[in-house]
Structure formats: structure tokens, C-alpha cells
């Protein structure tokens, strides 16, 4: 573990690319209170493993993609991005947002470029890049359109583009397709995997849909109902590459399902009683 | 792709009204409608004035106080031909909308520099916010008499009391719009690595652009209002030194025609404001813009 602190030593997936050791994150609430969202959570990802965070809502997922892009500092313990303490928002990371994040007052061309201009990449590099990834996400012909003159499906995908245009060694992810219908979402997964086969970044991806956290994981790791920590982790090991939509009919998803579901089942029960509780004091 | 989620270009959109009979009904009868819309108002103004003319011939209202409709415009024909007693015509509109409008760009350039300045950093905020406060709520049209003892009867006391009247409005919706900005537009510009200079012009402002612009149209009027009252406090030139005058020598009629002339400046105005929002907005929806306006 020592090793992990020497970035040099980070080759052949030895040392994790994301890790957080006994992270707790307290908020303070409105009334003065504070709030803990996640108490305790360890867990790694390696370089290049897409792994699936799981949990009932109000388990921390959110907050635990925060903290590793480091918008967000803990309040104990460390989160670690390729061997370094996270204390600021780092370049490497990339950060998909559950609600629409593009920028409405700017084309598609203007979105997706923004990364690069940001960080100063020349004007017409960026340009050409942008172009380059609208075409990969199969918007082309749309550079001009704002955003609201498209589909929310479209919207995801340039707000894909705009997250992978900065190469993001690691990517977060959070719920970025439970806004489509169920049809768009699944053709988002199989052309999310194809883009991330193509960089292979790190990738904690959340979700509250389980069928779609095996279909794209390497690793599914479920997360306690809140103060979040991990309950457990399965590893996911079917083959890749995958199609989303025939992978759920196979025999060792089905029996992966069945283990995980089990995990999740207790908490997403004492996340509804705890809810329930709330509205009937 | 998925061709269904395509939207109309306005090629498009052409092409189809041009060729529906259902599309072109509508069509008709939208413009069918307007047309109403402008034989109704030019009814009401004919009905007013009308009234109002034949009220006064008849010896109903009397003419000493009331005016009426015709003399306005003789009076106005008389500006035009012959000048006002304090010079053309011409000038006493120029000087007004010149103290107007540099009072107005003024004024906005502070409100939404300060606006924006106290929304991004709480700590001036906690500073400010007071003292900010306290100052809107003074009349602020009494700090016009304070500014012509300050500055004289020139221009530059009537810029002044343009400026602060302008900037309260900006600044309060500038401000606004600056903690309005959706958090996730900042965090995904940060990011994707913009400095906090860069989320400041290039995701802030354009975000609370839609404030500002709102405030536009309300701080015009008041730079008008400013302007005007500063020349009734005291001036040499001007609209509002006509109506002043025309005050003092109990012409009703020099009061309308000064009004009916600021009524045109501020229609002018609001139009050509209407113009650059629409200009700079047009990346919104178009439901938003299409709601029945005034």
C-alpha cells in the first residue's frame, strides 16, 4: 500500500486509481444540525475498472462522487486519486451529473469545446476536437443546435462528449441515464461501453437500477442504507464486450442478480421504513 | 440515431406551413385576430381623444385647465416649426436622452459589476448587504435636490440621480441572478476545469443574464423618470424644463405634448431592449418568449 503514494509506481493496475479509506462526510443541515451522508466507506477501484455503487436512496452515492472529484473535502479519513490526496478539483477527473449539466446558452460545438478552452487548448484545436467527438457520439449535423432544441438522449450524449473530450482517466458518473426512457437508456449503456472501451478509464458509476449496474460493471459494490458504507462488493465477471440489452438473459447475470439483490433487498427496505417514518411521525 | 427525436429545422417548418391547409387556417387566423387587436386600440384612442375634444368644445371641461387634443398638436407643430423657449426642440429631446443614457449604461455597468461581485463572494455580501439596504431605502428621488445643490443645473446632477436610480434595480436582480445559477452548471464547469475567473464571465453572467435583461426594461423607465425630475428640480435644457415651463405659464397643452413625446422616446427604447434580449436569449426555449406579452 505504501507504494501507492509513489505515482511512478502506478503500472499494470497494481495501485487503485480511486481509493477512499474510512471517508466520512458530514453536512451541515438548514436547521444547524449535522448530517452525516457517508460514515466509514472504504473502497477501491483499479485503473481501467468500471465499477457500479449501488444503495437505497439518501445512502451518500452522490456524495461520494464529490469527494473523489474533489468538490467536496471529507470530514475523517482520505480519498485517493491515483496514489494522491484529493484537495482540489483535479484535471484527470471527469464528472457526469444525473441532472442536465450542458450549458444552455451554448451550441452543442460551444458545450462540448468548453472543456478544452477552459484549460486553455488553442481555440481551433479545441474546435476540431469538439467536432471531432460530436461525430463519435453521432450528433453530427447538430453542432449549432442549443440544447433545448434537442431530445434529453441527445443532451446525454453532449454531455458525454463534453465529459470525454478531456481524456478523464477517471470518470464519475452519477445516475447520468435515470432521466431517459427505457429504450434510450439502453442504447446509452451499450454506446457508453464502447466509448469506454476505446480510453478505458476508472469508473465509479451509480445507479439505483441493478440490472443496468451488472450489465456495465466490472465490480458492483453496495452501499448501506445512510450514514453510507459498503455492505458488499461483487465482482462482475462476464464477458465483455457486452450488449446491455441480451447480456440480462444470461444465466450467470441472472444468478449475479439474484446474490446482489439479496445484499441491496435489507437496505432498501430500512430506506422505505426510515421514509415512511418521516411522513407518519 | 434515433431520426423521431430530430427537431424541425425552420426549412422545415416552412415547408409544412406552406403546404398544410390545416397549418394555414391557423395562420389566417392568427392574423385575423391581430388585426382586431389594432382596429380595437385605434378605436380606444380615437373614442378618448375624441371624447375629450368634444368635451372641451362643448364647455364641459374647461379649456384653461384641461387643454385639449388639438392644441396639443398645434403646440407640438409649433415646437417643431419655430423651437421652444429655451431652443429646438430637437435639443431639449437629445439633452434628456443623453443624460438618460449615460446615467443608464452607467448605472448598469455598476449594478451588475456590484450584483454580480456580492453574489459570487459571500463575504462582501455579509459586508455590503447593509449598507446596501439602507441605501434603497431612501427615496432616492429626493437625492435629486442633493445632487443639483452638489453638481449644479447641468447635465452631470441629472446623469447622477439616473445613476443611482438605474443601478438599485440592476444591482437587486443581478445579485439575485448570481445565487440563482444552478450549482450543477458550476460544478460541471469547474469540473471540466474552468478557473473561478471563468465560471465568474463565462457560466454566471450568461446564467443571470435572464435577471439582468428583466431589469432592463424597469431601469429604463427610470432613467427616464430620473432624468425628467432632476430637469423639473432644476435645469437649463430639456423635457423636463418644458413641462416646467409650460407649468409656470399654465399651458396644459405644453405638459401633453412634453409627455406624448417621452411616451414615443420610451417606446422607442423599451423596443430596442425587447431587440437585444431576444438577441441575447436566443438560446432559450422559445415557450418562454411566446407567453402573451405587454
Not at chain 2, 437649463?236 to 399651458?251: D, V, Y
Amino acid at each position: 500500500m505504501a507504494q501507492a503514494h509513489n505515482p511512478n509506481h502506478l503500472q499494470g493496475g497494481q495501485a487503485p486509481a480511486i481509493e477512499l479509506r474510512s471517508v466520512t462526510k458530514r453536512f451541515r443541515a438548514p436547521d444547524g444540525s449535522a448530517y452525516t451522508a457517508i460514515r466509514d466507506l472504504s473502497m477501491s477501484v483499479a485503473p481501467g475498472e468500471f465499477c457500479a455503487v449501488v444503495g437505497p436512496t439518501g445512502c451518500g452515492k452522490s456524495t461520494t462522487l464529490s469527494l473523489v472529484a474533489g468538490l467536496e473535502m471529507p470530514s475523517a479519513g482520505e480519498v485517493l486519486v491515483n496514489g494522491e490526496p484529493v484537495t482540489r478539483i483535479r484535471p484527470e477527473v471527469g464528472f457526469m451529473f444525473q441532472t442536465d449539466a450542458v450549458f444552455p446558452w451554448r451550441p452543442v460545438l460551444g458545450n462540448v469545446a468548453a472543456g478544452p478552452l477552459f484549460r486553455g487548448v488553442p481555440r481551433k484545436d479545441a474546435i476540431r476536437d469538439a467536432r471531432d467527438w460530436i461525430r463519435r457520439v453521432g450528433l453530427a449535423g447538430f453542432e449549432n443546435h442549443f440544447p433545448h432544441q434537442l431530445s434529453g438522449g441527445m443532451r446525454k450524449r453532449v454531455a458525454l462528449a463534453q465529459t470525454l473530450i478531456n481524456a478523464p482517466g477517471i470518470l464519475m458518473m452519477d445516475e447520468p441515464f435515470s432521466a431517459l426512457d427505457a429504450q434510450t437508456r439502453q442504447i446509452m449503456s451499450d454506446e457508453l461501453l464502447s466509448l469506454w472501451d476505446l480510453a478505458r478509464p476508472a469508473v465509479i458509476f451509480v445507479t439505483h437500477d441493478l440490472e443496468e449496474a451488472i450489465a456495465v460493471a466490472d465490480k458492483v459494490v453496495v452501499l448501506t442504507v445512510g450514514p453510507g458504507t459498503v455492505k458488499a462488493e461483487f465482482p462482475v465477471d462476464l464477458p465483455r464486450p457486452r450488449r446491455t440489452q441480451e447480456i440480462r438473459f444470461d444465466p450467470r447475470f441472472v444468478e449475479l442478480y439474484e446474490r446482489i439483490w439479496h445484499a441491496l433487498r435489507d437496505e432498501v427496505r430500512l430506506a422505505y421504513a426510515r421514509t415512511a417514518e418521516q411522513v407518519a411521525p | 440515431m434515433n431520426t423521431n427525436n430530430v427537431p424541425l429545422s425552420l426549412g422545415d417548418v416552412v415547408a409544412l406551413a406552406t403546404s398544410n391547409p390545416e397549418v394555414l387556417r391557423i395562420r389566417q387566423r392568427t392574423r385575423r385576430r391581430r388585426i382586431l387587436v389594432r382596429l380595437c386600440q385605434l378605436a380606444i384612442v380615437v373614442a378618448f381623444t375624441g371624447t375629450w375634444e368634444f368635451s372641451v368644445r362643448a364647455g364641459w371641461l374647461d379649456e384653461f385647465t384641461y387643454g385639449r387634443p388639438y392644441l396639443v398638436l398645434l403646440q407640438l407643430r409649433d415646437w417643431i416649426n419655430h423651437g421652444t423657449e429655451v431652443g429646438s426642440l430637437g435639443q431639449q429631446v437629445w439633452v434628456t436622452m443623453e443624460e438618460a443614457l449615460i446615467g443608464f449604461v452607467i448605472g448598469v455597468s455598476l449594478g451588475v459589476l456590484c450584483g454580480v461581485a456580492l453574489g459570487r463572494i459571500e463575504f462582501l455580501a455579509n459586508v455590503f448587504g447593509p449598507f446596501i439596504k439602507m441605501m434603497n431605502s431612501i427615496p432616492r428621488i429626493v437625492l435629486g435636490a442633493i445632487f443639483v445643490m452638489w453638481f449644479g443645473l447641468g447635465i452631470l446632477s441629472k446623469i447622477t440621480l439616473v445613476v443611482v436610480l438605474v443601478f438599485f434595480v440592476v444591482f437587486f436582480n443581478a445579485f439575485q441572478g448570481t445565487r440563482e445559477v444552478d450549482r450543477n452548471l458550476v460544478a460541471n464547469a469547474r469540473v471540466l476545469g474552468a478557473s473561478p475567473h471563468q465560471v465568474t464571465w463565462q457560466i454566471v453572467v450568461p446564467s443571470a443574464m435572464t435577471w439582468i435583461i428583466a431589469s432592463l426594461h424597469i431601469a429604463f423607465g427610470f432613467a427616464l423618470i430620473g432624468a425628467i425630475v432632476g430637469e423639473l428640480l432644476g435645469a437649463q435644457h430639456g423635457l423636463g424644463l418644458l413641462i416646467e415651463t409650460a407649468k409656470g405659464t399654465f399651458n396644459p397643452s405644453g405638459v401633453y405634448a412634453a409627455m406624448l413625446i417621452i411616451a414615443v422616446v420610451a417606446l422607442t427604447a423599451e423596443w430596442l431592449i425587447t431587440l437585444i434580449e431576444r438577441r441575447l436569449l436566443r438560446w432559450r426555449p422559445p415557450q418562454l418568449s411566446a407567453l402573451p406579452e405587454l
